[in-house]
């Protein structure tokens, strides 16, 4: 390997790299995304009101305001509860052109947790899943 191709291969690791912790947060919303399709849309709805201890109204009324996905709901208020904000902030920032993975480290989230809270929340909409059969 010459030493231009060695420099090359370094700069993509490393750009490979700098960006997995970035990439985390949509691997978390595409699991709540997938999860939520095996649902009717109420009970997905009810099981992320009670995991985030946000009104049902609350957060049907957000959707319909932002037309948010479920997971951008979740993203926005866990974000929202991890920096200190609101929903309504969030939301207005991720509009306005900046990337979860930007809103992310602009307000440090703690990805661990974030990860750690969206598998509880998988977890609930598993049991939704099983309790709708």
Do not use: C
């Not at 929903?87 to 920032?93: G, V, Y």
């Amino acid at each position: 390997m010459t030493r231009t191709q060695a420099a090359i291969s370094a700069a993509i690791l490393s750009l490979a790299f700098a960006a997995v912790p970035l990439s985390a947060q949509y691997v978390e919303m595409y699991k709540v995304e997938n999860r939520v399709k095996e649902l009717p849309e109420q009970d997905a709805l009810n099981t992320l009101a009670k995991h985030l201890g946000i009104p049902l109204d609350t957060l049907k009324s957000e959707k319909a305001e932002y037309k948010a996905s479920m997971g951008e709901l979740y993203a926005a208020h866990q974000f929202a509860k991890q920096s200190g904000s609101d929903f309504k902030s969030m939301m207005l920032e991720f509009r306005s052109g900046k990337s979860w993975g930007e809103l992310a480290k602009a307000k440090k989230i703690d990805m661990d947790q974030f990860k750690k809270d969206s598998n509880q929340l998988e977890e609930a909409l598993k049991k939704t899943e099983r309790a709708s059969r």
